[in-house]
């Protein structure tokens, strides 16, 4: 934080875009060219290029696109997921930053079927919601924002049959908070998934939960709130 309690990621969106690309990638939540990472910018957004490979980003290399996903520089060439990215934005105002990833236990989770939907642990009910799998799309075509579409509303985390996770967050740093999130809680899925049922939490416990994340200035998955209805 700086002096006027900024993030430095909110202070320089292109840096921050390739900041969070090293870290994921040091992470081994995609590998080579896989994954992209946006940020909202104006009427429009800002995303990784096409076919780079991530431990290699630098700020100059983000591409500026239209709110239609074109590039405002016809030579640049953004990732070939933006109709994706330009679908999260249309839907979500208030989401400002988008992170495709391929986190090894979320891609277990979602070829093994291991439901992300109940609530099992509180990190879940808290940072993310309940986390819907996405049918299966041709991937960096317009078929996979199609697929997406009808799960954006209510929703902050996604799997994507076969094609990683799609997390979204009110800025870059609450997006990547999510992401680490949501592969820790895969990752406890995926052990315990061999031990047969796993029991949810109770709604009296997420009631309770919910009440102390609204305290604290969580913003609560709508999806959610609607399940403790």
């Given at each position: 934080?700086?002096?006027?309690?900024?993030?430095?990621?909110?202070?320089?969106?292109?840096?921050?875009?390739?900041?969070?690309?090293?870290?994921?990638?040091?992470?081994?939540?995609?590998?080579?060219?896989?994954?992209?990472?946006?940020?909202?910018?104006?009427?429009?957004?800002?995303?990784?290029?096409?076919?780079?490979?991530?431990?290699?980003?630098?700020?100059?290399?983000?591409?500026?696109?239209?709110?239609?996903?074109?590039?405002?520089?016809?030579?640049?060439?953004?990732?070939?997921?933006?109709?994706?990215?330009?679908?999260?934005?249309?839907?979500?105002?208030?989401?400002?930053?988008?992170?495709?990833?391929?986190?090894?236990?979320?891609?277990?989770?979602s070829l093994g079927d291991i439901s992300l939907t109940e609530m099992l642990l509180p990190e879940l009910a808290i940072y993310i919601g309940p986390v819907p799998s996405v049918p299966y799309a041709t991937p960096g075509t317009d078929?996979?924002?199609?697929?997406?579409?009808?799960?954006?509303?209510?929703?902050?985390?996604?799997?994507?049959?076969?094609?990683?996770?799609?997390?979204?967050?009110?800025?870059?740093?609450?997006?990547?908070?999510?992401?680490?999130?949501?592969?820790?809680?895969?990752?406890?899925?995926?052990?315990?998934?061999?031990?047969?049922?796993?029991?949810?939490?109770?709604?009296?416990?997420?009631?309770?939960?919910?009440?102390?994340?609204?305290?604290?200035?969580?913003?609560?998955?709508?999806?959610?709130?609607?399940?403790?209805?």
């Amino acid at each position: 934080m700086d002096s006027c309690g900024a993030h430095p990621w909110e202070r320089d969106k292109k840096r921050a875009i390739a900041d969070v690309c090293h870290r994921l990638y040091g992470q081994r939540y995609l590998v080579a060219t896989s994954g992209n990472v946006s940020v909202r910018d104006g009427d429009g957004f800002l995303v990784t290029p096409g076919s780079t490979r991530k431990d290699s980003i630098t700020p100059d290399s983000i591409v500026a696109c239209r709110a239609d996903g074109a590039p405002i520089d016809p030579d640049t060439h953004p990732s070939s997921e933006v109709a994706m990215h330009r679908e999260v934005y249309r839907v979500r105002p208030e989401v400002n930053a988008a992170i495709h990833a391929h986190p090894h236990y979320c891609l277990a989770c979602s070829l093994g079927d291991i439901s992300l939907t109940e609530m099992l642990l509180p990190e879940l009910a808290i940072y993310i919601g309940p986390v819907p799998s996405v049918p299966y799309a041709t991937p960096g075509t317009d078929e996979m924002a199609q697929v997406l579409d009808p799960f954006l509303p209510g929703h902050n985390a996604f799997l994507l049959k076969r094609h990683g996770v799609l997390v979204l967050g009110r800025d870059l740093l609450d997006a990547y908070n999510r992401l680490e999130h949501l592969e820790h809680i895969a990752n406890i899925a995926y052990l315990v998934s061999s031990l047969g049922t796993i029991e949810p939490l109770t709604k009296t416990e997420l009631r309770k939960l919910t009440s102390q994340a609204r305290k604290l200035g969580q913003q609560i998955s709508q999806t959610l709130l609607d399940l403790l209805e």
